[in-house]
């Protein structure tokens, strides 16, 4: 299994600013993704970070406010941005292969 | 489009007794895979079972199985022998693969949260 390094754990951010949360894999994965998790509710796909292309984005996410970087086969970041109270979410970024599906430990962001 | 219902928003088991959490599917699609997780308040995802689409046996980890019927759509998780520690959210997921043979995201139930009362 791969492990997942994601950090900041936690953040309390001011509204209009952003943050950029990394994601460190222990092996080269081909595809990473990243999710988001409201409070209280299930986890939503937010994009798929492709290396070496732009990432795909799932309905309803857009580039500009969740820019992604993916430089190589085992590091990603995402980037909330112009951050607003309805951002306040936690973020976590997963690797899989075709059985397996694992996570960071999460980003648990809160905008004030 | 993939969707995924788990229609137990809450249970409440004793300990040592063995749980069903409910998860049902939706896809066009003949391959994907099919995935459990459990969510302690600590917030961590842990990868807990996997089944693929042409499995032909139901797939095992140590007290998790999952109880497989492909012509209902339907994925349940048995926990055999409860434990206070299974106390967590649960939540079911479906991948499909796309067109170029790679793996997509998941897509995710709204979960089950799961009390073990001693």
């Known amino acids: 299994s791969a492990v997942i390094s994601q950090k900041p754990s936690r953040d309390i951010c001011q509204r209009g600013t952003s943050l950029t949360i990394q994601c460190q894999v222990d092996?080269?994965?081909?595809?990473m993704f990243w999710y988001r998790q409201q409070p209280g509710q299930s986890l939503t796909l937010i994009a798929t970070?492709?290396?070496?292309?732009?990432?795909?984005?799932e309905s309803g996410f857009v580039i500009d406010k969740f820019p992604i970087s993916r430089p190589n086969l085992t590091f990603s970041t995402l980037t909330v941005s112009n951050m607003s109270p309805e951002d306040s979410s936690i973020y976590l970024c997963?690797?899989?292969?075709?059985?397996?599906?694992?996570f960071g430990q999460g980003t648990r962001l809160t905008v004030v | 489009a993939q969707k995924i219902t788990q229609t137990q928003p809450g249970m409440f088991v004793q300990e040592k007794e063995a749980v069903t959490l409910d998860c049902t599917y939706d896809?066009?699609?003949?391959?994907?895979?099919l995935f459990w997780y459990k969510q302690p308040s600590s917030g961590e995802m842990i990868f807990l079972i996997y089944?693929?689409?042409?499995?032909?046996q139901n797939a095992t980890e140590g007290r998790y199985s999952l109880n497989f019927q492909k012509a209902r759509k339907s994925a349940n998780l048995v926990i055999s022998a409860s434990q206070l520690g299974d106390s967590a959210m649960y939540f079911c997921?479906?991948?499909?693969?796309?067109?170029?043979?790679?793996?997509?995201?998941?897509?995710f139930g709204k979960g089950t949260h799961l009390i073990i009362q001693p």
């Open positions: 970070a492709n290396q070496g292309s732009e990432a795909t984005y």
């Open positions: 997921a479906m991948r499909d693969w796309n067109s170029g043979g790679g793996a997509d995201g998941l897509t």
């Open positions: 997963s690797v899989a292969s075709n059985t397996e599906a694992f």
């Open positions: 089944q693929g689409s042409y499995d032909e």
């Open positions: 092996s080269q994965v081909t595809m």
């Open positions: 896809t066009s699609d003949q391959s994907y895979g």
